[in-house]
């Protein structure tokens, strides 16, 4: 021991330079440093001496050890872990030795002195191996990131993996150390704090890893925590550690969830629970102010907050007081983990109805924060809060006095800007209806009815309450004691000297009964001095006898009270008077009794409803939730499309009935560019209809068809299109089973029991699923036709009619199986067009509404289906003329009979009934129509299939001589063949034939065609005549038709077809028309386009049906470039403000697809501004407003605005009413004005200054500059910001003062000439509906309109052109409706009309 003893003391240093300097004070000093090839041998001299002497060599070789941590950077790996490996053996058998030399009582001084350097040095140097180690592990992960250098990855492999391995064991075995009760080692002090900082050091240096928060290092961390709470158990270092963990949270974001779990460790295991009180006093002491600018540290803290708060959140309610006010700071992520806090708190703690009263009310608080930051300035915090409410309402810690107040908030939400706060507030109220407490249906309807009736019952049982209320039962005792104040003060006064006359007055009765009856009277009566003069009377006389024996009392004054007392109370009553009072108590009690079994129902009714009238308002609000929802299902953000559509599932599993209205109107999202839209529709329905609740296969079926099925009442053409690629994409995928196909072949074929629109719908599902896997009608076609084509399809049309839209399935393949391969085509002779033509003629004769719809299906079936179908139709249309041939037949010999007075016009087809004649003009179009279709493209297809597999074969026989002539005739044949000028050439030469066919055969006298054209036309040229609104309309569209066959045809009845259009007084016509001139504009583009402003006009219709068919129209027209945008495209922008919803959408789908075509919107707006703010346009302010505001929503690029800022300025020259100006400065406040912007409004100040004394325009101005100046952050900006008001302000303040200047000087008064009058009044003047009497006149001869022509130079307008109404005597002139020659647009432009080939 004796070098024990001779070693000098050990002192812990700062840094390890410090080992090297000795400051003379004794204490130990490196006394060589040795260098790198001298350390292996030393390391095994101190690997012996350890074996020798154990722990204690380290005093002797303390040296070797610091040699190798002084050269750790250049020193060789195998060296490194030597080292470690040795010092850990060194430190556990000095651990394990330990606790028996303590217990030594005969331990030297100078033995305690060595194990203390021994334990301090073999600490020192262990722990700083494992700081080294630390530090080369982070500097190789972070090297690994970089792709230069080499064999960085054997570098980490041979260092860094054998530190992971061995890091655990250190950390346990320094713990261990701690463990130990090593005070005895300081002289029974306390552990040197700088022995246990170097423990923690390290700790905390691993912590600093940010790799130390990935899953396979759990155990590392385990490790950390474990020996960190050891230090703060044992040594004391409270203090020490709240200050580091709270600096390390502020530099070291990864730290954050790694000490909140050690945190929540340490204050379960070890009791450390006063350590989160102050770490959370440590955060709640940083000023919000620094928080706001260091975001790093903000986000530790918030993160520790929020993973303390969720792993022990009662503690941290206990202190919940020091950090509420960063809830009214500026950093959004203290707000969010303080609410997260206290939402952790409500759900774990202040959670259940046994709350005591002061944690109820922190409840409340809590509640009402939250509810207060949905409304946040942040939206992070708006959303985070709603997602907080969402766990709340999950864990069912939500109390039902909170549900309509939350509810509204989050309904409220659904406005707002910020798409992740909308995503939250529908996940919110998806959580609200999965975790209602009322009910699992929730219809308004449903709730309304017992609601009323039980309102009704508890408003009778309060009623009934009221009438039988008892009165307030006042006890004798409680009586007696009010009025013993004023009996005192009368007994009193009977011992003063009275009256005589008051003596001979009051007599006491002759027996006991008697006397107490009248001393009771008069209490009762309150003649209390009387009833105390009689009770001492009484006393005399009936000394002994109840109730006047009294006991021995203090004073007479006191037996009068005593007295008097029992017998106002009766609890002394005389011996007749027992039963009565019992038996009235008895009444008492049960009437009590009654009043609170009514108090207690009373209570139950209002508590019920209470709860239905919350049901019914929460109803209520999800209904409201309902409507905003479903317009959010079209918004630009992917994530709120997915979280509407979830959302309608879940209403609609909870019985809703406008959820239906939802799922109806995400159908059209299934054909969403975005996969994640369509799957989330898919899956939707597929949750929806493909899952029921039902066990069977035939039960499930069963559903699946009921819920299908009644999407389908009264579902749009759109509707059923959406929902045939829902189910066809599930047939593909083999999701739909075969007994829900087998249901509806028997729900078709009425084997099972159903009605005729489930038999229809059974049908239409059929046809949907064949589109999928068309061979579930190819193998069933004649039970098809058997059924739905028979005899009874004349019974109901519209079955027959979905039977031929199923059967059309067959040759709707776009893809066929081989290339070049022959079309899908039935012969002739086949029953189904037997059946077809049969139905088709046997109704023609009969009325039915239906029968149209189902020609036209049937018409178009033959056409698709059938080889010559040309001969098919031209045999329907020849049986149905002969048919109305005989009709008209009949009709003539029934009014050439002289007994019959004719009651129609003899002559022509007026005679016929009006349906036939709509029947025959209907179908005449119908033919045409296909014929032309059934040209173009089957013709079309056919022969250009023909001419290659004849190009093939005779290419295939000719390959030799096609190499001599390409031989032959060089390169330019060769050129040729690679532009494919050949193909074109014969593409273009088959167009040509077709279009030959149309121009000159189908019109022409040999055409089946030319016999009812001057029907057509004579219906159309007499409206008058011929004045039924469903033959005009049919008639119309016949039109349309017809002139989709010729150009010549078109050119020559265009201005027919426009004047009806404008001037019909039909809707249907109109719509009809409308939409034969926009196929009409496809076809023959260059006849129609001088008629383009009649197309813009019908935008202004009176009708919402006819301006919403011309906005359709009109939308088609200018996407696909076949109409020249315009000015006119103004009165597409008018229909943003259009009263009716549905042409409103129809003007915002528009403008929304026209935005997606480069810069049409921006090129468009200055034109669309310039038209609307015109005086004769018709615009009211406020809808001008709103227009913009939607129009410029659409400019989002810098350079778009700064270009429309230059072009608003330069319009303000062109201006001339103080309207233009004003709405010309609104527009500009709707652009964000950047400083290149403001340097354009500079630069064109001259364009607007003397228009700034209009305050309405000045004012916009000022709000452009306010709303430059909170965005800019440059100086240079703001001065010119200033310079601008300067400038604006001088020349508003001119102008008023040149305005005064005016008014002052006018003393002398000028005439003034009056002002014009307005052109047109400020609302827009819509078409009549109806003509006027004074409408129906003759045009005048154009002769005399000359004449007044040259006589007035003003521009002509046009005649008024109406239909006439007299059936009878109104000549050919009079009916006429086509615009005169004069009035046929002249000027036009040509537009290169497109291939046949390229409208195939």
Avoid at 76 to 104: F, W
Avoid at 547 to 552: G, T
Avoid at 700 to 723: E, F, M, N, P, R
Wanted: net charge negative; hydrophobic share 40%; glycine share 4%.
């Amino acid at each position: 021991m004796a070098d024990a003893v001779a070693a000098p003391q050990f002192q812990l240093p700062l840094s390890p330079a410090d080992l090297l300097r000795d400051d003379g004070r004794g204490d130990y000093v490196v006394q060589e440093v040795l260098p790198i090839r001298e350390l292996p041998p030393a390391l095994a001299a101190f690997r012996a001496a350890f074996r020798a002497r154990g722990a204690l060599a380290v005093l002797q070789h303390f040296d070797s050890v610091y040699s190798v941590l002084h050269h750790f950077r250049t020193v060789g790996t195998a060296v490194k872990e030597d080292a470690l490996e040795l010092m850990v053996n060194v430190v556990s058998h000095h651990s394990n030795e330990l606790p028996g030399i303590l217990s030594d009582a005969g331990l030297s001084h100078a033995d305690r002195a060595a194990h203390l350097n021994a334990l301090k040095m073999n600490c020192y140097l262990l722990t700083s191996l494992v700081d080294a180690f630390e530090m080369e592990t982070l500097k190789n992960s972070l090297s690994e990131a970089d792709p230069g250098g080499k064999n960085k990855k054997n570098h980490a492999k041979t260092s860094g993996s054998f530190w992971e391995e061995e890091r655990e064991p250190v950390l346990q075995l320094l713990t261990q150390v701690l463990q130990l009760d090593l005070r005895q080692l300081w002289g029974g002090l306390s552990v040197e704090e700088e022995f246990v900082s170097l423990m923690m050091g390290s700790c905390y240096r691993i912590l600093e890893n940010p790799s130390i928060g990935l899953q396979k290092y759990r155990a590392t961390r385990e490790a950390v925590t474990h020996l960190l709470a050891g230090a703060l158990i044992h040594c004391g270092q409270m203090f020490s550690a709240t200050l580091k963990i709270t600096q390390m949270l502020q530099h070291f974001e990864h730290v954050a969830p790694v000490f909140a779990q050690a945190v929540s460790l340490w204050a379960k295991e070890y009791g450390l629970k006063s350590l989160v009180g102050e770490l959370l006093r440590e955060i709640g002491q940083k000023c919000p102010q620094d928080l706001a600018r260091e975001a790093s540290g903000v986000k530790g803290y918030s993160t520790f907050v929020t993973e303390l708060a969720g792993e022990i959140p009662a503690l941290v309610l206990s202190n919940m007081s020091v950090l509420l006010h960063h809830l009214d700071g500026e950093s959004y992520m203290m707000r969010n983990a303080i609410l997260a806090a206290m939402a952790e708190a409500l759900m774990q703690v202040l959670n259940g109805d046994q709350l005591e009263e002061a944690a109820r009310g922190t409840r409340d608080k809590f509640l009402s924060m939250l509810q207060a930051h949905v409304c946040d300035v942040h939206s992070f915090v708006r959303s985070r809060v709603l997602q907080l409410f969402t766990r709340i309402v999950q864990c069912k810690a939500l109390p039902l006095t909170h549900f309509q107040s939350v509810v509204s908030l989050a309904v409220g939400r659904l406005n707002d800007k910020s798409v992740i706060v909308v995503k939250n507030a529908i996940q919110l109220l998806a959580a609200f209806l999965s975790n209602n407490p009322f009910s699992c249906k929730l219809s308004c309807a449903d709730l309304d009815k017992p609601l009323k009736k039980e309102v009704q019952k508890l408003q009778e049982m309060r009623d009934r309450v009221r009438s039988t209320a008892v009165v307030p039962v006042i006890t004798p005792e409680e009586e007696w004691e009010a009025m013993l104040p004023e009996v005192r003060a009368a007994t009193q006064q009977l011992f003063q000297p009275l009256q005589e006359r008051e003596e001979e007055m009051l007599e006491v009765e002759e027996t006991v009964e008697s006397a107490v009856e009248q001393i009771t009277g008069l209490l009762r009566k309150l003649n209390y001095k009387s009833a105390a003069r009689l009770t001492q009377k009484a006393l005399c006389r009936f000394q002994g006898k109840e109730p006047f024996s009294s006991l021995m009392e203090e004073n007479e004054e006191a037996t009068i009270l005593d007295v008097l007392k029992r017998l106002f109370t009766g609890s002394c009553p005389g011996e007749n008077s027992e039963d009565p009072p019992n038996d009235n108590s008895s009444h008492k009690t049960k009437e009590v009794v009654q009043e609170e079994q009514s108090q207690t129902e009373l209570a139950k009714q209002e508590t019920l409803v209470q709860y239905l009238q919350d049901a019914y308002n929460f109803s209520v609000k999800i209904t409201e939730a309902l409507n905003l929802i479903s317009k959010l299902m079209y918004e630009n953000s992917v994530s709120v499309v997915q979280e509407a559509i979830e959302f309608f599932v879940t209403v609609s599993q909870f019985g809703v009935p406008q959820a239906l209205l939802g799922v109806r109107r995400m159908l059209p999202l299934i054909w969403s560019k975005e996969p994640g839209i369509k799957e989330a529709v898919l899956n939707a329905y597929r949750q929806l209809y493909l899952s029921p609740s039902v066990d069977s296969e035939r039960a499930k079926a069963q559903s699946l068809v009921h819920s299908l099925s009644l999407i389908l009442v009264d579902a749009s053409l759109g509707t059923i299109q959406c929902l045939e690629e829902i189910i066809s994409e599930f047939v593909q995928k083999d999701e739909i089973k075969p007994a829900v196909i087998q249901l509806l072949w028997e729900q078709f074929t009425e084997k099972s029991q159903c009605s005729s629109l489930e038999q229809r719908a059974a049908v239409m599902l059929l046809g949907m699923m064949a589109r999928g896997k068309p061979e579930i009608i190819g193998s069933n076609l004649d039970i098809l036709i058997t059924v739905g084509l028979s005899e009874k399809a004349c019974e109901d049309y519209r079955l027959a009619q979905e039977v031929c839209n199923v059967i059309s399935k067959l040759g709707g393949d776009p893809k066929p199986a081989k290339k070049n391969s022959a079309p899908f085509r039935l012969p002739q002779n086949h029953m189904l067009f037997g059946c077809l033509s049969e139905t088709v003629s046997k109704g023609f004769a009969q009325p039915s509404t239906h029968w149209i719809p189902f020609m036209d299906a049937a018409v178009m079936l033959i056409y698709q289906l059938a080889e010559g179908p040309e001969e098919i139709c031209a045999h329907i249309l020849q049986v149905c003329s002969q048919q109305a041939l005989e009709k008209l037949q009949e009709a003539d010999e029934q009014n050439s009979d002289p007994g019959n007075s004719p009651s129609r016009d003899s002559g022509g087809a007026a005679s016929l009934p009006t349906f036939m004649l709509m029947h025959l003009v209907s179908l005449v179009g119908q033919v045409a129509m296909q014929q032309v279709a059934h040209l173009e493209v089957s013709v079309s297809a056919e022969i250009r299939r023909r001419r290659i597999l004849k190009e093939e074969k005779t290419k295939k026989h000719s390959d030799s001589s096609k190499k001599r002539r390409s031989q032959a005739t060089g390169n330019e044949t060769t050129m040729e063949e690679e532009l494919g000028l050949v193909t074109a050439t014969a593409d273009d030469t088959e167009a040509e034939f077709i279009h030959s066919i149309c121009e000159t055969e189908l019109l022409d006298g040999k055409h089946l065609f030319s016999a009812f054209v001057p029907l057509v036309l004579k219906i159309c040229n007499n409206p008058g005549l011929y004045s039924d609104s469903a033959l005009s309309a049919a008639a119309a569209l016949t039109l349309g038709k017809l002139c989709m066959i010729s150009s010549e045809f078109c050119d020559s009845h265009l201005r027919l077809l426009f004047t009806m259009m404008e001037k019909s007084t039909l809707p249907g016509v109109r719509s009809n028309l409308i939409i034969a001139a926009g196929d009409l504009a496809i076809h023959f583009p260059n006849l129609v386009e001088p008629w383009t402003s009649h197309l813009y006009a019908r935008l202004q219709d009176p009708c919402p049906s006819v301006r919403q068919t011309a906005g359709l129209v009109m939308t088609h027209l200018i996407l696909k470039d076949m109409v020249k945008v315009k000015g006119q495209v103004s009165e597409m922008a008018a229909l943003l403000i259009d009263p009716d919803e549905a042409v409103m959408e129809v003007a915002q789908n528009f403008f929304g697809e026209l935005s997606n075509k480069g810069n049409a919107i921006y090129n468009l707006l200055p034109d669309i501004i310039s038209h609307l703010s015109k005086p004769d346009c018709g615009i009211e302010e406020e809808s001008f407003h709103t227009i913009m505001r939607h129009l410029f929503s659409y400019i989002t690029k810098d350079k778009q605005t700064e270009s429309l800022v230059e072009k608003l300025c330069q319009r303000f020259r062109t201006a001339r009413t103080e309207r233009q100006y004003r709405d010309l400065s609104h527009c500009l406040t709707l652009l964000p004005v950047s400083e290149r912007g403001l340097h354009k409004l500079q630069d064109n100040f001259d364009c607007f200054a003397d228009k700034l004394q209009d305050p309405a325009v000045y004012s916009c101005f000022q709000t452009v500059l306010a709303r430059f100046r909170r965005a800019c952050v440059k100086p240079e900006a703001k001065a010119l910001a200033e310079e601008l008001e300067q400038k604006l302000s001088a020349s508003h303040n001119r102008g008023l003062d040149s305005t005064e200047t005016c008014q002052e000087g006018s003393q002398i008064p000028v005439s003034v000439p009056a002002k014009q009058k307005t052109i047109r009044s400020s609302c827009r003047q819509p078409l009549s509906p109806v003509n006027r009497d004074e409408d129906f006149v003759t045009p005048q001869p154009s002769t005399l309109r000359n004449q007044k022509r040259a006589q007035k130079r003003r521009p002509r307008k046009k005649a008024v052109i109406t239909f006439s109404s007299d059936e009878e005597n109104s000549s050919e002139d009079e009916l006429s409706a086509e615009l005169r020659e004069e009035e046929t647009p002249t000027k036009t432009t040509p537009i290169t009309r497109s291939s046949a080939r390229r409208l195939r």
